[in-house]
């Protein structure tokens, strides 16, 4: 069965602080996506990142990384010296090549004090 | 960018009546797509539409909801009685294939009365 976990429900920081956002999921695909989203107070989903299972290679982009490890089925979400803009719930997705559905976890609250 | 374009943004209306939401995809997307999101919970998948016709679909989805697209360019969620626990955001998405990735639009908040 697919299922996404985001174990930590709500993160506060302090601005500049990093801080690693955890993501675990589980499927019997070897083929399979994994997607991060950031939904601001506003309340729109903002696509950040797509990942396919084949392709493990951490990446970076600014202040955001993200490091899929196969290994312990996780696909972390790292920002590097945060801003009080970072604050927004965070969504971890996964879809199986099979199905063209986005499976969801129930997200990270982040909230960065100045 | 290409957008996927909700409208209305805020919809509220009493129980039992019917709801249309509606959305228009990006213009060379084939894939189409309504998700859920309830108050403060995750988000949900509802139903996903593809060559005009439902290719799969959630528990969530029962017969009072059916989706259309019903001139190429909108593509429509129908409630047809509404329940006070269909109070949600709704979002509309779309994607040009399997895993490519889904553009999201900007949600209709539907608020049950």
């Known amino acids: 069965a697919q299922k996404v976990t985001q174990a930590q429900t709500e993160i506060s920081v302090v601005e500049k602080e990093d801080v690693t956002l955890d993501c675990v999921y589980e499927?019997?695909?070897?083929?399979?996506?994994l997607f991060w989203y950031k939904q601001p107070p506003s309340g729109e989903l903002v696509f950040l990142i797509r990942r396919n299972s084949f392709d493990e290679q951490n990446e970076i982009s600014g202040r955001y990384s993200w490091n899929f490890q196969k290994s312990t089925s996780s696909f972390n979400f790292t920002i590097t010296a945060s801003q009080v803009v970072d604050s927004a719930v965070y969504f971890c997705?996964?879809?199986?090549?099979?199905?063209?559905?986005?499976?969801f976890g129930t997200g990270t609250r982040l909230q960065v004090f100045p | 960018e290409p957008e996927v374009t909700q409208t209305p943004s805020h919809q509220v209306t009493q129980m039992g009546q019917e709801v249309i939401l509606r959305c228009v995809p990006i213009?060379?997307?084939?894939?189409f797509y309504w998700y859920r999101q309830i108050l403060g919970q995750k988000v949900e998948f509802l139903v996903s539409?593809?060559?005009?016709?439902?290719?799969?679909k959630s528990e969530i989805f029962d017969d009072q909801f059916s989706v259309e697209r019903p001139d190429g360019s909108n593509f429509t969620l129908k409630i047809r009685s509404t329940k006070l626990e269909d109070s949600a955001m709704y979002f509309c998405?779309?994607?040009?294939?399997?895993?490519?990735?889904?553009?999201f639009g900007s949600g209709t908040r539907l608020t049950v009365v």
């Open positions: 499927t019997r695909d070897t083929t399979y996506y």
């Open positions: 997705a996964l879809s199986e090549f099979n199905t063209d559905k986005l499976i």
């Open positions: 213009s060379n997307h084939l894939y």
């Open positions: 998405a779309s994607s040009g294939g399997t895993g490519y990735g889904y553009t």
């Open positions: 539409f593809y060559n005009n016709e439902i290719s799969e």
